[in-house]
Nanobody
Framework: QVQLVESGGGLVQAGGSLRLSCAASGRTFSVHAMGWFRQAPGKEREIVAAITWSGGNTYYADSVKGRFTISRDSAKNTVYLQMNSLKPEDTAVYYC???????????WGQGTQVTVSS
């Protein structure tokens, strides 16, 4: 099993920045990729960004390209999401997730709230 703990959420004004962190513990060697998802009130959970653990290949949703950057620190078993030029529509609970190579996001964190005020 892999445990994921997010941190770094908060309240920020539009145009501001936040950095989310996701610390992984447990069988981290089994993780193939890590992703950040978000869920706004009344909306479905959507993927925001993802990164392969070994090669560093990345994916971004169109809505965040050029504003968000996903990265990982293998030594610290931590994945980051740097969020710049934040917009009110970025307001959501952000979740970290892990894929053990099964093409499913089997591991989830508890979520961290990001609120962007206009």
């Amino acid at each position: 099993q892999v445990q994921l703990v997010e941190s770094g959420g908060g309240l920020v004004q539009a145009g501001g920045s936040l950095r989310l962190s996701c610390a992984a513990s447990g069988r981290t060697f089994s993780v193939h990729a890590m992703g950040w998802f978000r869920q706004a009130p009344g909306k479905e959970r959507e993927i925001v960004a993802a990164i392969t653990w070994s090669g560093g290949n990345t994916y971004y949703a169109d809505s965040v390209k050029g504003r968000f950057t996903i990265s990982r620190d293998s030594a610290k078993n931590t994945v980051y999401l740097q969020m710049n030029s934040l917009k009110p529509e970025d307001t959501a609970v952000y979740y970290c997730a892990g894929d053990p190579g099964s093409s499913r996001w089997d591991y989830w964190g508890q979520g961290t709230q990001v609120t962007v005020s206009s």
